[in-house]
């Protein structure tokens, strides 16, 4: 398992915008398909977005679509969800997650590796 360690999670007002970085602690970094997930209270945790190995692929739930943008540096072994226009709904636990490279899923269970969240908070 690779470990990951998520930052970037804060307070913004709707509309606003937050980067997440997700650093990973394995070197061959392009082993892995990345993704982040989210969990608000209450509610189980859900797909946001996923990057393939190369980063030549994307994949994003339907919510954030057009509004958040998933990318990686493999030069810093790092994963970044970029959150423009931002909403109340937004709001929630956000986590970095790691799956084999030759996985290429939204489910949570096609990821092995977690981080430990980092809180994002949207005020209307």
């Known amino acids: 398992q690779v470990q990951l360690d998520e930052s970037g999670g804060g307070l913004v007002q709707a509309g606003g915008s937050l980067r997440l970085s997700c650093a990973a602690s394995e070197r061959t970094f392009t082993r892995y398909v990345m993704g982040w997930f989210r969990q608000a209270p209450g509610k189980e945790r859900e797909f946001v977005a996923a990057i393939s190995w190369s980063g030549g692929n994307r994949i994003y739930a339907d919510s954030v679509k057009g509004r958040f943008t998933i990318s990686r540096d493999s030069t810093e072994n790092t994963v970044y969800l970029q959150m423009n226009n931002l909403k109340p709904e937004d709001t929630a636990v956000y986590y970095c997650?790691?799956?084999?490279?030759?996985?290429?899923?939204?489910?949570?269970?096609?990821?092995?590796?977690w981080g430990q969240g980092t809180q994002v908070t949207v005020s209307s």
């Open positions: 997650c790691a799956a084999d490279r030759t996985h290429w899923g939204t489910s949570r269970s096609d990821f092995g590796s």
